[in-house]
């Protein structure tokens, strides 16, 4: 017994020193979190943190208008939020308690993304038609790209550290390096909404999103790492409200918007894999845990039911699940 403690001691300060050198607090180096956009209804929204295993909330953050996205820096568990209502982006602590910045100039900020390996925060500032670069030491603006039309999603690439921005009214997927060059650019492609990198070859899956003045269709596209080639195309799946790359079979999960269906796509774009129906009202997904394959699922309140977020497997069964919330409509997942 005696041994046993000694050991589990040692595993316990391991975890403690390991989360000093790293600049985490040492809760947040031995505990899974989920950080969640929760929708309380009329454009009000708040940052939510859970801790995991105890399925407890550690803070509610409340405040923020409309927003959409957030991002946690890996290096100090930081949490970079765009407040779109407001027309700003926030820097809150890890533990929601203090705020670090509040940064204005923007006009209607949608999505936002952190790259982890060089400290800096890029947003999608959609009525200035431009991308912005932020440091996320000094906390102040490094560069402003124009050209856009509207830039709606952006995302880092964990694969080569490339920036994709997706212009929706401009019909084009754009990818940049850090310092702001086009690298790659596909126009023509209808309504580029939201983005999701396959992690092992950087290709991005991007959703089509229906509307404007040419009555564009919705769907699913598959883009080559280097943005110049369309792989695979789906407009038969609809629109979506969220998706996520499985980094390990190169497929995709997806959320359809009409009917929440949580559809398992093949890399080709059009294989169904696996279709859920169970989960009516499901919004948002998380990133896919490249080790096992499992992910999380946002499903909003019903007339039965809270609001809650779901643990699937790689095959879809439910592994745990989480109450409390009213619309979960984006998670961040730390396990």
């Not at 952006?154 to 084009?172: E, H, L, Q």
């Not at 269906?261 to 009202?281: E, Q, Y």
Request: proline share 2%; net charge neutral; charged share 25%.
């Amino acid at each position: 017994m005696k041994k046993h403690y000694i050991i589990a001691t040692g595993i316990m300060f391991f975890l403690f020193i390991s989360a000093l050198a790293s600049g985490l607090p040492a809760e947040d180096a031995a505990k899974g979190f989920i950080w969640v956009l929760d929708d309380r209804g009329s454009g009000n929204i708040d940052v939510v943190k859970v801790a995991i295993d105890e399925k407890r909330e550690l803070f509610r953050k409340k405040g923020f208008k409309e927003s959409q996205d957030l991002d946690v820096y890996s290096k100090d568990g930081s949490i970079w939020v765009i407040d779109t209502g407001n027309n700003q982006v926030v820097n809150l602590s890890s533990d929601g308690q203090t705020e670090l910045a509040r940064l204005s100039g923007f006009a209607s900020p949608f999505h936002g993304a952190l790259c982890q390996k060089e400290g800096f925060y890029w947003v999608a500032d959609q009525d200035h038609y431009e991308v912005v670069k932020i440091s996320t030491e000094d906390k102040k603006e490094k560069i402003r790209i124009g050209g856009f039309t509207n830039p709606h999603g952006i995302k880092v690439s964990p694969f080569d550290n490339t920036v994709w921005v997706s212009d929706a009214a401009g019909g084009k997927i754009i990818k940049l390096s850090q310092d702001g060059k086009i690298l790659g650019q596909l126009s023509d492609v209808g309504r580029p909404w939201h983005l999701a990198i396959d992690s092992s070859d950087g290709s991005s899956w991007v959703s089509l999103q229906a509307g404007g003045e040419e009555a564009q269709e919705s769907g699913l596209i598959k883009v080559s790492a280097d943005c110049k080639t369309i792989l695979a195309k789906n407009n038969d799946i609809g629109s979506l409200s969220d998706f996520a790359v499985n980094p390990v079979d190169g497929s995709c999960w997806v959320i359809t918007k009409k009917d929440g269906l949580l559809i398992n796509i093949a890399k080709d774009a059009k294989t169904v894999l696996i279709k859920i129906n169970k989960f009516h009202g499901a919004k948002s997904i998380s990133k896919i845990n490249p080790l096992d394959g499992s992910f999380w699922v946002g499903i909003r309140a019903s007339a039965e039911n809270e609001g809650r977020v779901v643990k699937l497997s790689a095959s879809g069964e439910e592994l745990a699940s989480i109450g409390g919330f009213n619309n979960p409509i984006l998670l961040k997942i730390k396990e």
